[in-house]
């Protein structure tokens, strides 16, 4: 079956821009997960979806960045004012249930440039 | 925050040699991961450690949670081009956020020249 999928792959914008990323989670994976990886860094938690609701938005740096995902499924990661610093790879990922020891299984990232 | 500490940063294989490399904490983890990415990919997880002193084998890996909760380590035995690539050790914590895995900075696998 599919694995997550995230689009675009690459992106290339403007500092002040908005940008939108999008995830497709594993079909019937409940809970969603965004990352941000930094060059030469580990994954750093951004958000975590349960569902339609933000069970945990406690990585998110700051109110320019925000996270949908109105039907339970699909999430879309959007930054607002986009900075330098904010280029990185958003790598997304799906688990199960989200519950405890739930494996995540991650996306191919996308790959943010902020010039 | 909580932070993993990996090491080493970096490391050369030679085809046949044995790989090891270690995660330290200075809090407690419930679980330990072991994940792999490959360029252009998104982590894949190799080993998954639930238990205080656990000791998992998936093929040629081999991974132990500490019995403090505070470290790890992945061993790779008899290595082979295809283990090249950034290695991450990464804990959960069951208290808080069920989605909040915290990762290390990785150890990189090249072939040496």
């Known amino acids: 079956g599919a694995g997550v999928s995230q689009t675009p792959s690459n992106k290339v914008t403007e500092k002040g821009k908005y940008v939108e990323l999008r995830c497709d989670p594993i079909s019937g994976h409940t809970a969603l997960y965004w990352y941000r990886q930094s060059l030469g860094q580990g994954p750093e938690f951004l958000i975590y979806?349960?569902?339609?609701?933000?069970?945990?938005d406690s990585g998110l740096p700051n109110d320019r960045f925000f996270a949908v995902r109105p039907e339970g499924s699909v999430s879309t990661l959007k930054i607002q004012r986009t900075e330098r610093g904010d280029s990185a790879v958003y790598l997304c990922?799906?688990?199960?249930?989200?519950?405890?020891?739930?494996?995540?299984?991650f996306g191919p990232g996308t790959r943010l440039l902020v010039l | 925050g909580q932070q993993l500490n990996q090491s080493p940063q970096s490391m050369f294989i030679q085809e046949g040699e044995d790989v090891s490399m270690n995660c330290t904490s200075s809090s407690i983890f419930n679980t330990w991961l072991w994940y792999k990415q490959d360029p252009g990919e998104g982590p894949v997880l190799l080993i998954a450690l639930y238990k205080a002193g656990e000791l998992t084998s998936n093929g040629r890996l081999t991974a132990q949670f500490g019995i403090t909760r505070k470290d790890s380590f992945l061993n790779i035995s008899a290595s082979i081009p295809s283990d090249v690539g950034i290695y991450f050790c990464a804990g959960e914590n069951y208290g808080g956020s069920q989605g909040n895995l915290i990762f290390g900075k990785g150890t990189k696998l090249s072939v040496k020249p």
């Open positions: 990922a799906s688990s199960s249930a989200g519950g405890v020891g739930e494996t995540q299984y």
């Open positions: 979806f349960q569902g339609t609701g933000a069970a945990d």
